[in-house]
Protein backbone atom coordinates (compact mmCIF):
# COMPACT_ATOMS: atom_id res chain seq x y z
CA UNK A 1 0.00 0.00 0.00
CA UNK A 2 1.26 3.32 -0.80
CA UNK A 3 1.29 6.54 2.15
CA UNK A 4 -0.24 9.55 1.42
CA UNK A 5 1.34 10.32 4.78
CA UNK A 6 4.95 9.88 6.07
CA UNK A 7 5.66 12.30 9.09
CA UNK A 8 9.41 11.04 10.62
CA UNK A 9 11.52 12.68 12.93
CA UNK A 10 9.22 14.99 14.43
CA UNK A 11 10.40 17.62 17.36
CA UNK A 12 8.29 20.24 19.04
CA UNK A 13 8.75 22.07 21.80
CA UNK A 14 6.86 24.95 23.68
CA UNK A 15 9.21 27.79 25.41
CA UNK A 16 7.00 28.90 28.31
CA UNK A 17 7.14 32.72 28.64
CA UNK A 18 5.51 32.52 32.24
CA UNK A 19 8.26 30.43 33.23
CA UNK A 20 11.33 32.05 32.31
CA UNK A 21 11.68 31.07 28.81
CA UNK A 22 12.14 27.79 29.99
CA UNK A 23 11.69 24.67 27.06
CA UNK A 24 9.12 22.29 27.16
CA UNK A 25 9.80 19.28 24.98
CA UNK A 26 6.68 17.32 23.74
CA UNK A 27 7.26 15.43 20.80
CA UNK A 28 10.94 13.75 19.54
CA UNK A 29 11.81 11.65 17.01
CA UNK A 30 7.80 10.94 16.89
CA UNK A 31 6.96 9.10 13.11
CA UNK A 32 4.01 8.08 10.93
CA UNK A 33 3.01 6.30 8.20
CA UNK A 34 -0.49 6.50 6.93
CA UNK A 35 -1.75 4.93 3.40
CA UNK A 36 -4.32 5.10 1.56
CA UNK A 37 -7.93 3.67 2.75
CA UNK A 38 -6.11 3.56 6.08
CA UNK A 39 -7.48 5.15 9.48
CA UNK A 40 -4.97 5.73 11.97
CA UNK A 41 -6.40 6.92 15.70
CA UNK A 42 -3.77 8.58 18.10
CA UNK A 43 -4.11 7.22 21.40
CA UNK A 44 -2.49 8.51 24.75
CA UNK A 45 -2.57 9.76 27.96
CA UNK A 46 -3.98 13.65 28.32
CA UNK A 47 -1.12 15.70 27.53
CA UNK A 48 0.62 13.43 25.97
CA UNK A 49 0.78 15.51 22.67
CA UNK A 50 -1.94 13.93 20.60
CA UNK A 51 -3.48 17.45 19.86
CA UNK A 52 0.32 18.43 19.12
CA UNK A 53 1.23 15.82 16.68
CA UNK A 54 -2.33 16.74 14.51
CA UNK A 55 -1.72 20.64 14.97
CA UNK A 56 2.05 19.73 12.90
CA UNK A 57 -0.02 17.50 10.71
CA UNK A 58 -1.95 20.74 9.35
CA UNK A 59 0.70 22.76 9.67
CA UNK A 60 -0.95 24.93 12.30
CA UNK A 61 2.64 24.58 13.91
CA UNK A 62 5.69 25.05 12.53
CA UNK A 63 8.11 21.51 13.30
CA UNK A 64 11.40 21.92 14.77
CA UNK A 65 12.69 18.86 13.34
CA UNK A 66 11.93 16.08 11.06
CA UNK A 67 9.80 15.94 7.61
CA UNK A 68 5.80 15.46 6.79
CA UNK A 69 5.18 13.83 3.53
CA UNK A 70 2.34 14.33 2.08
CA UNK A 71 1.79 13.03 -1.07
CA UNK A 72 -0.80 15.37 -3.67
CA UNK A 73 -3.93 13.96 -5.74
CA UNK A 74 -1.65 14.64 -8.56
CA UNK A 75 0.82 11.98 -7.41
CA UNK A 76 3.64 14.70 -6.29
CA UNK A 77 4.60 14.91 -2.63
CA UNK A 78 5.13 17.95 -0.26
CA UNK A 79 7.27 18.24 2.85
CA UNK A 80 4.64 20.17 5.08
CA UNK A 81 7.37 20.57 7.37
CA UNK A 82 9.15 22.95 5.00
CA UNK A 83 6.28 24.30 3.26
CA UNK A 84 5.72 28.57 3.49
CA UNK A 85 2.63 29.61 4.47
CA UNK A 86 1.02 30.44 1.13
CA UNK A 87 2.05 26.58 0.06
CA UNK A 88 0.82 25.51 4.07
CA UNK A 89 -2.34 27.50 2.44
CA UNK A 90 -2.82 25.63 -0.76
CA UNK A 91 -2.15 22.11 0.58
CA UNK A 92 -4.94 22.88 2.93
CA UNK A 93 -6.83 23.85 0.25
CA UNK A 94 -6.17 20.52 -2.12
CA UNK A 95 -4.57 17.97 0.16
CA UNK A 96 -5.41 17.94 3.99
CA UNK A 97 -9.18 17.83 5.01
CA UNK A 98 -9.70 18.88 8.88
CA UNK A 99 -12.89 18.43 10.86
CA UNK A 100 -12.24 19.62 14.79
CA UNK A 101 -14.69 19.75 17.39
CA UNK A 102 -15.43 23.50 17.07
CA UNK A 103 -16.45 25.65 14.20
CA UNK A 104 -14.44 28.64 13.58
CA UNK A 105 -16.11 30.85 10.85
CA UNK A 106 -16.78 34.07 9.59
CA UNK A 107 -19.59 35.80 10.87
CA UNK A 108 -22.80 36.32 9.34
CA UNK A 109 -21.76 33.15 6.26
CA UNK A 110 -24.45 31.02 6.06
CA UNK A 111 -24.00 27.22 7.28
CA UNK A 112 -24.75 26.23 3.95
CA UNK A 113 -22.07 28.63 2.03
CA UNK A 114 -19.69 27.63 5.45
CA UNK A 115 -19.93 23.99 3.89
CA UNK A 116 -20.23 24.19 0.34
CA UNK A 117 -16.81 26.87 0.56
CA UNK A 118 -14.09 24.37 -0.02
CA UNK A 119 -16.63 23.06 -2.87
CA UNK A 120 -16.73 26.01 -4.54
CA UNK A 121 -12.76 27.10 -3.78
CA UNK A 122 -11.75 24.35 -6.02
CA UNK A 123 -13.84 25.69 -8.91
CA UNK A 124 -16.90 23.74 -8.51
CA UNK A 125 -20.01 25.77 -9.97
CA UNK A 126 -22.11 27.90 -6.90
CA UNK A 127 -25.33 25.46 -7.68
CA UNK A 128 -23.61 22.32 -7.56
CA UNK A 129 -21.46 22.93 -4.83
CA UNK A 130 -24.84 24.15 -2.62
CA UNK A 131 -26.59 21.02 -3.54
CA UNK A 132 -23.62 18.71 -2.57
CA UNK A 133 -23.17 20.71 0.76
CA UNK A 134 -27.63 20.63 1.42
CA UNK A 135 -27.50 16.99 0.76
CA UNK A 136 -24.66 16.33 3.22
CA UNK A 137 -25.83 18.48 5.71
CA UNK A 138 -29.51 16.41 5.06
CA UNK A 139 -27.56 13.18 5.72
CA UNK A 140 -26.20 14.84 9.28
CA UNK A 141 -29.91 15.80 10.03
CA UNK A 142 -29.38 19.47 10.24
CA UNK A 143 -32.96 20.62 9.78
CA UNK A 144 -33.27 22.43 6.50
CA UNK A 145 -34.48 25.96 8.43
CA UNK A 146 -30.74 26.04 9.59
CA UNK A 147 -29.34 25.98 6.20
CA UNK A 148 -29.75 29.64 5.35
CA UNK A 149 -28.43 30.85 9.56
CA UNK A 150 -24.80 31.61 10.35
CA UNK A 151 -23.88 28.74 12.76
CA UNK A 152 -22.63 31.17 15.44
CA UNK A 153 -25.68 30.57 17.32
CA UNK A 154 -26.12 26.60 16.21
CA UNK A 155 -26.26 24.36 19.35
CA UNK A 156 -22.40 22.42 19.86
CA UNK A 157 -24.09 19.37 18.11
CA UNK A 158 -25.28 21.16 15.53
CA UNK A 159 -21.82 23.35 14.76
CA UNK A 160 -20.45 20.15 14.73
CA UNK A 161 -22.63 18.78 12.13
CA UNK A 162 -21.89 21.98 10.08
CA UNK A 163 -17.84 21.38 10.38
CA UNK A 164 -18.41 17.82 9.81
CA UNK A 165 -20.27 18.13 6.45
CA UNK A 166 -17.28 21.26 5.46
CA UNK A 167 -14.70 18.51 6.37
CA UNK A 168 -16.50 15.63 4.09
CA UNK A 169 -17.82 17.96 1.19
CA UNK A 170 -14.63 17.39 -0.87
CA UNK A 171 -12.74 14.23 -1.20
CA UNK A 172 -9.08 15.41 0.52
CA UNK A 173 -6.16 12.80 0.46
CA UNK A 174 -5.38 13.48 4.07
CA UNK A 175 -8.14 13.93 6.29
CA UNK A 176 -7.36 14.81 10.38
CA UNK A 177 -9.92 14.73 12.30
CA UNK A 178 -10.58 15.89 15.81
CA UNK A 179 -13.16 14.62 18.00
CA UNK A 180 -15.16 14.35 15.49
CA UNK A 181 -18.06 12.62 16.99
CA UNK A 182 -17.90 14.43 20.49
CA UNK A 183 -20.61 16.58 20.87
CA UNK A 184 -23.03 14.17 18.82
CA UNK A 185 -26.40 12.06 19.67
CA UNK A 186 -26.19 7.88 18.44
CA UNK A 187 -27.74 8.19 15.33
CA UNK A 188 -25.31 11.32 14.12
CA UNK A 189 -22.70 9.16 15.71
CA UNK A 190 -23.24 6.61 13.09
CA UNK A 191 -23.47 8.78 10.33
CA UNK A 192 -19.68 9.49 10.70
CA UNK A 193 -18.91 6.25 11.10
CA UNK A 194 -20.10 5.72 7.43
CA UNK A 195 -19.01 9.07 6.18
CA UNK A 196 -14.84 7.70 7.25
CA UNK A 197 -15.70 4.31 6.15
CA UNK A 198 -16.83 6.12 2.23
CA UNK A 199 -13.59 8.31 2.71
CA UNK A 200 -11.40 5.29 3.50
CA UNK A 201 -13.48 3.65 0.29
CA UNK A 202 -12.59 6.38 -2.13
CA UNK A 203 -8.79 5.92 -0.84
CA UNK A 204 -8.38 8.65 1.77
CA UNK A 205 -5.84 8.85 4.43
CA UNK A 206 -7.14 9.49 8.15
CA UNK A 207 -6.05 10.68 11.24
CA UNK A 208 -7.91 11.20 14.27
CA UNK A 209 -8.33 11.75 17.91
CA UNK A 210 -11.39 9.52 18.92
CA UNK A 211 -12.34 9.72 22.51
CA UNK A 212 -14.79 7.54 22.11
CA UNK A 213 -13.83 3.94 22.20
CA UNK A 214 -16.33 2.15 20.41
CA UNK A 215 -16.26 4.69 17.53
CA UNK A 216 -12.13 4.15 17.41
CA UNK A 217 -12.79 0.62 17.23
CA UNK A 218 -14.93 0.63 14.51
CA UNK A 219 -13.32 3.05 12.41
CA UNK A 220 -9.28 2.69 13.25
CA UNK A 221 -7.02 0.00 10.80
CA UNK A 222 -4.18 1.12 13.66
CA UNK A 223 -3.67 2.91 16.70
CA UNK A 224 -0.52 5.17 17.47
CA UNK A 225 0.34 5.40 21.10
CA UNK A 226 1.66 8.96 21.73
CA UNK A 227 3.55 8.43 24.89
CA UNK A 228 4.32 11.34 27.38
CA UNK A 229 7.94 12.44 26.52
CA UNK A 230 9.05 12.95 30.21
CA UNK A 231 8.08 9.49 31.58
CA UNK A 232 9.09 7.64 28.39
CA UNK A 233 13.06 9.96 28.88
N1 LIG B 1 0.71 26.29 22.70
C1 LIG B 1 1.21 25.68 23.77
N2 LIG B 1 2.05 26.32 24.62
C2 LIG B 1 2.58 25.69 25.70
N3 LIG B 1 2.34 24.40 26.01
C3 LIG B 1 1.51 23.72 25.20
C4 LIG B 1 0.90 24.31 24.05
N4 LIG B 1 0.13 23.37 23.43
C5 LIG B 1 0.25 22.26 24.18
N5 LIG B 1 1.07 22.46 25.22
C6 LIG B 1 1.46 21.45 26.23
O1 LIG B 1 1.95 20.32 25.53
C7 LIG B 1 1.52 19.11 26.15
C8 LIG B 1 0.75 18.27 25.14
O2 LIG B 1 -0.51 18.88 24.89
P1 LIG B 1 -1.56 18.27 23.85
O3 LIG B 1 -2.74 19.20 23.83
O4 LIG B 1 -0.88 17.98 22.58
O5 LIG B 1 -1.94 16.90 24.59
P2 LIG B 1 -3.06 15.82 24.24
O6 LIG B 1 -2.40 14.48 24.21
O7 LIG B 1 -3.80 16.23 23.02
O8 LIG B 1 -4.02 15.93 25.52
P3 LIG B 1 -5.65 15.75 25.68
O9 LIG B 1 -5.94 14.29 25.46
O10 LIG B 1 -5.88 16.18 27.10
O11 LIG B 1 -6.29 16.67 24.69
C9 LIG B 1 0.71 19.52 27.37
O12 LIG B 1 1.55 19.45 28.51
C10 LIG B 1 0.30 20.95 27.07
O13 LIG B 1 0.16 21.69 28.26
Same mark, same amino acid.
Given at each position: ????? /???????????? &?? !????????????????????????? @?????????????????????????? /?????????? =???????? %?? &????? %???????????????????? $?? @??? +???? @?????? +????????? &??? @????? $???????? !????? /???? +???????????????????????????????????? =???????? %????????????????????? /????
Amino acid at each position: MSWTL /RAEGLAKSFTLH &LQ !GGVEMPVLRGAALEVGAGECVALSG @PSGAGKSTLMRLLQGNYGADAGRILL /RRSDGSVADL =AQASPREV %IA &LRHDT %IGHVSQFLRVIPRVPALEVV $AE @PLT +ARGV @PGEEAR +ARAAALLHR &LNL @PERLH $ALPPATFS !GGEQQ /RVNL +ARGFVAEYPLMLLDEPTASLDAVNREVVIALIDEAK =ARGAALVG %IFHDVEVRHRVADRVLEVAPL /REAA
